[in-house]
């Protein structure tokens, strides 16, 4: 039988992505599947509109939200949350929130060459939320690609193309027309789950999808 494809819809400034892929892993882990399934990746971007640079994320976030003690108490459950689930936010460190279509770009580019772009999410991630790092800077994220294996001068070579440009924006165009609106949105063969759910739904979600898979296997037979 085929893996089942697992199709997440994420952004990298998105806390609730690294810690719905952390519950998803934690179901696929919990239901002996990690064998039997296939991770791609969709880019989403939350801010389409933030300059290359990104902003300062203190001025950003009070705009966004209201007041600068308001993202902070948002920022102290995204830490526990994420703590339950192994993974580590230091807030302190982040300093800019960044424009995140290079590190899509990046991703596209691992899976377009058939690769498994699992690390690489995570270390992206990770280099954000843990690390403090513009994963905006193209050069942060060659560090980054180089750090799980990727061929630096593969990377640099995509950085310095227009590869993936259009390419993630198709992406884009794609879940829009599905409606996606709340990330991570995470599609197992047929079922879908939308937010950072706990992990018994997502274990609910990988039986019905294997349970669907057989039954269409049978069917067809």
Known sequence: MEPLEIRITHDFICPW????EKKLEEAITAEGASKNVKYVFMPYELNPDMPEEGRDRKAYRTAKFGSWARSQAMDTHVKEEGRQHGLTFDYDKVKRTPNTLAAHRLVWFVQYEGGDARALVNAIFRAYFTEGRDIGDTGVLTDIAESVGLDRVRVNDLFASQDGYAQ????????ALESVTVV???????EVVSGAQPVPVFRRALRAAADSEVGAGL???
């Open 219 to 221: 069917s067809a037979s």
């Open 184 to 190: 991570p949105y995470v599609k197992l063969g047929r």
């Open 168 to 175: 993630v924006c198709k992406l884009e165009a794609a879940s």
């Open 17 to 20: 992505c690294w810690i719905g």
